[in-house]
């Protein structure tokens, strides 16, 4: 490490930003296992999967090979408004903790979709354009998402529409109203413009939805009509590609600066995040060229990869979209009515769940009132509100510099503040007033879930 | 101007931040008036005003001929958590409208308080905890001022107790939340925890309160208490001294560059953006050196700048505050209640108004709807939802640079970006579903207004 004194915030310069994204599957021996049809059980083909995504993302989705991908310029141009995102040194919560740590997160939160979602939105939409189609479909649970791809798509003048789950429509009605001021139909799920959420609403009236059922409505919505097709947010390997922007730029800061981290922790729904901020470190670590300890942060209400299996399962409550190989819970699990925020996907991306098998990363779970506390403490001494699903990484992060207070150990930990939570205050006056709880699933409940699992030899 | 390439976001490095705040009244040749006392109509003395302000704060209240004040080094290191605050090149808005002229703006949203008003208030608590005071007392309208407040005061370990103008404590509970994460007390306005607040409760039950009630009610909470003084985000000296470090990294920003604007434009409520941002600009201009149009931009609904009169007025309804020499409606004057978001003051700071009416700058009013287009069409394609109030400024840039499309002039033009609006969804929802519309007060409605006003002799 060298003396340059670090500033609190370490920018890159435009010509310093990532001009590919990294591709960590071209450095993994074990492969994620291929998605499979959910007719046949058979891998997907690039035609299988192109009636229901974008052509080149198809390409990038299958591509496990090649290192480094260039992002086009129109995408670069659009990063250029909001990022590079800031390294932040956490000066004042190191001294609030009194740690000899030094505690680093990346800050995707300064855009108006409020996380990184943006990264791979862009992305999608600028393929979708490139394609010539109409518009694109996609569902979205708190909001992030489908916000982050209303704005890309108002920046392409493509045709947004967005299956928002009927709970979060009815409780966030700004989250909505942002998705349409960027021009997008907002549509809560399940609907009646479906054949899926006809026959959900059929079997479970008064359903509040959940992300798996959107997830097969915006599904059936794109391949049902003319010059429209699929997006998501998480999950699929194309998404932590675009997301590796995250770890590229972070990785370049703290190059500049001589600073080598000892742990890198994110927290983990889906894994775009999580994916994308660890992608360059992990690579090395893959090459052999260093190691770092890699940690996932979930919520305990939702444990995918402590307490979840590594299976092929369907991604979608529908059964519409392809299986894949992951740590999940089960198609049908949802998670506890208390649980506040997102990070509440059933499975895991397949990129994680092998790297995770294989040992190179660890995982844990945090509670939910432990992850508020988290929140509050760092919002009133780094002056940003945390978004609850990254208050799990700051829970984790104040956990591990609590240990080297202990041990008086200086390690370097890096962390990931996905985004700001400022649409989450109902989540917040909940905890403000005392009245927010935890849950942790039964074994039953989660054996109800693996129940669900599809019979597939893996 | 030189031939450097002009990155979408120009930062300034942490040693290039302004060490100093700029007075602005040091260059004026006319002084802003004096305060003066609400029972006596003498002017206040530095006496006076520390029964109220914190004695530091009095200093600079009074200070007219000190040019730069060193800004202490706590507030310098809070500074750097989120500022410098980019000077973005608005080269996606240039091309959606099509224009030769250079829009810029200085955006001061990506903090959690979602405004510039941290700037003041970070140096406001910071002079209280150095006073050895328990906490401080304020008012909060639309919550931007609140919310800085209570992060400031976080930050300091002071007490905070903020009067919330009723209506707003109800319709925007989310701001609320965000102050109390921060640990500070909210009390909607009029409330029974003062005189003044049972007094106007008593003569108009039912009230949704005012800013000028929650002033009055705010200033009795800190005067009666020991240890406590008063605080306000705007209109005062003090915090366009503060505020000034806005103008200030603005024209270091453009000088690095070698880009001279031609015009600066910014909203105006009180006038604490506006007078920060143009400070360093408009000393250019008292000093000679060189000219600058200089463009307020209010709401056709609140015109004190465009339809005021040049008077004495209260600060307050209780006119428990001192007078101040200002453009104002009267400090009866509320604006009809379709107006959305803040710039809802009745008078303008004494400096600005000064300012004015030696004819160093110019004002015009917007209507709403109008107001909201702007906001909808810079959103859509620089990425960044805007607070309404800064959604005046960017009305006015739009027009200024549709001028220059029509005459083929390349101006530069600056405006500030003061915040983000993602509390302001409802205001937003309105205009998404063609609900909003326009208001411009009858001239019997301002009679009405300015038979309020003190007889005193200016």
Redesign the interface.
Known sequence: MNNKEI???I?L??KEMPASWYNVRADMKNKPAPLLNPATFQPMTAGDLEAVFCAELVRQELDDSTPYIDIPREIL??Y???RPSPL?RA??LEKKLDTPAKIYYKFEG???S?SHK?NSAIAQAYYAKQQGLKGVTTETGAGQWGTALS?AC??FDLDCRVFMVKVSYEQK??RR??M????ASVTPSPSDTTRVGRQILAEHPGTSGSLGCAISEAVEAATAAEGYRYVLGSVLNQVMLHQSVIGLETKAALDKYGIVPDMIIGCAGGGSNLGGLISPFMGEKLRGERDYRIIAVEPASCPSFTRGRFAYDYCDTGRVCPLSKMYTLGSGFIPSANHAGGLRYHGMSSTLSQLYDDGLMEARSVEQTAVFAAA?QF???????PAPESAHAIRAAIDEAMKCKETGEEKTIVFGLTG?G??D??A??K??NGEMSDYIPTDAELEAGFAGLPKIKA
């Open positions: 500033p609190y915030k920018y310069e435009e141009d659009f250029k408004m909001y932040v000066y004042c300064n855009n108006t409020g943006l704005m108002s920046y009605p700004f109203e942002v349409r001021t960027y021009g509050e919002a009133r001494v780094e002056g940003i509100l700001t400022y649409f205050m109902v917040y006056e905890y403000n």
